[in-house]
C-alpha cells in the first residue's frame, strides 16, 4: 500500500485544522468575557425598574411633604 501526499491535500489539511484553532482561540475569548456584560432577562429588567420606581416615588413623596409643611 502506498501513501500518495499531494500539495492539494495536505493543504486542505492544514485549512481545516487552522479554522479548528480559530474557533477554539475565538470561543474561549468569549467564554471569558465580562461578567457585567452578561445577558439580562426581561424579569431582571422589569424589578429592577419597579425599584427604581418605587424609590423616585419615595423621593417625591418626601419632596412635597416637605414643601406642604
Not at 31 to 56: L, R, Y
Not at 58 to 67: E, V
Amino acid at each position: 500500500m502506498f501513501f500518495v501526499i499531494d500539495k492539494s491535500k495536505i493543504f486542505s489539511y492544514a485549512v481545516a485544522i487552522c479554522t479548528v484553532v480559530i474557533l477554539f482561540v475565538v470561543a474561549a475569548t468569549l467564554d471569558t468575557g465580562n461578567p457585567e456584560n452578561a445577558v439580562t432577562t426581561s424579569t431582571n429588567i422589569v424589578e429592577t425598574n419597579n425599584i427604581s420606581n418605587n424609590v423616585i416615588s419615595n423621593i417625591t413623596n418626601d419632596l412635597l411633604n416637605t414643601m406642604e409643611n
